[in-house]
T-cell receptor, first 111, second 115 residues
C-alpha cells in the first residue's frame, strides 16, 4: 500500500535556529501541501506546491516539491517561539481524491 | 465568518450512545472530508464526499455513517460509541478540481470523549 514517511518526528531547537523537515512517499502525487496545527485548533495551510521541482517561500518558510513527485521538504529559517506546533505534509492525489497526512513533526522552540 | 465550522467543539458521552457531529462550509467547495486524529496526533482520513456523493470510505466501521444533505454540509453520525472512538474529529473541505488553489480548509475539530 501507499507509504508516507515524515521526519523528524520531533525537534527541540533554540530560538533563531533554522529547521528542516521532509516527507517521502512510495507514490507519486500532484500536489504537496504543508500545514501547521496549534494546540486545540485545526490544521492551517502554510504552503501549497503544484509542480515537480517547484520551490515556494512564504515569509521565513520555504518548501519544495521533489522532482520525482514523491517527496517534499519544508524549511523554517530563524525560528521564533510562535513557530511551536505540529507540522504536517499532506500530499494530494488527483487519481484517488485523497488528501493524506504525514505523521507530523512536533516543533518546540526554546526562547 | 468561519469558513468550515463544526459543532459541537467538545462532546463527552457514555459507551453505547449514539451521537452526531455537524459540519458546514461556506466556501462553495464541492468536496468535504472527515478525519480522525488520535492521541499520537496522526490524522487519518475517514470519508470524502463530492457533491453529496460518497467517494472515499477508508475501512471505517459501519457504526460511522456520514450524511450529506447538500454540498455545504457533511455530518457524521456514530452509533454504539466505544472507548476507542475517543479522538478529535476534523471536517475539511476543498474544491473538487486539481491544480492551483485547491487547498483543503479545516474546521476547529470536535473532541469526542467516550466514558
Amino acid at each position: 500500500g501507499q507509504q508516507l514517511n515524515q521526519s523528524p518526528q520531533s525537534m527541540f531547537i533554540q530560538e533563531g535556529e533554522d529547521v528542516s523537515m521532509n516527507c517521502t512517499s512510495s507514490s507519486i502525487f500532484n500536489t504537496w501541501l504543508w500545514y501547521k496545527q496549534d494546540p486545540g485548533e485545526g490544521p492551517v495551510l502554510l504552503i501549497a506546491l503544484y509542480k515537480a521541482g517547484e520551490l515556494t517561500s512564504n515569509g521565513r518558510l520555504t518548501a519544495q516539491f521533489g522532482i520525482t513527485r514523491k517527496d517534499s521538504f519544508l524549511n523554517i529559517s530563524a525560528s521564533i517561539p510562535s513557530d511551536v506546533g505540529i507540522y504536517f505534509c499532506a500530499p494530494y492525489s488527483g487519481n484517488t481524491g485523497k488528501l493524506i497526512f504525514g505523521q507530523g513533526t512536533t516543533l518546540q522552540v526554546k526562547p | 465568518d468561519t469558513a468550515v465550522s463544526q459543532t459541537p467543539k467538545y462532546l463527552v458521552t457514555q459507551m453505547g450512545n449514539d451521537k452526531s457531529i455537524k459540519c458546514e462550509q461556506n466556501l462553495g467547495h464541492d468536496t468535504m472530508y472527515w478525519y480522525k486524529q488520535d492521541s499520537k496526533k496522526f490524522l487519518k482520513i475517514m470519508f470524502s464526499y463530492n457533491n453529496k456523493e460518497l467517494i472515499i470510505n477508508e475501512t471505517v466501521p459501519n457504526r460511522f455513517s456520514p450524511k450529506s444533505p447538500d454540498k455545504a454540509h457533511l455530518n457524521l453520525h456514530i452509533n454504539s460509541l466505544e472507548l476507542g472512538d475517543s479522538a478529535v474529529y476534523f471536517c475539511a473541505s476543498r474544491p473538487h478540481h486539481s491544480g492551483q488553489n485547491t487547498e483543503a480548509f479545516f474546521g476547529q475539530g470536535t473532541r469526542l470523549t467516550v466514558v
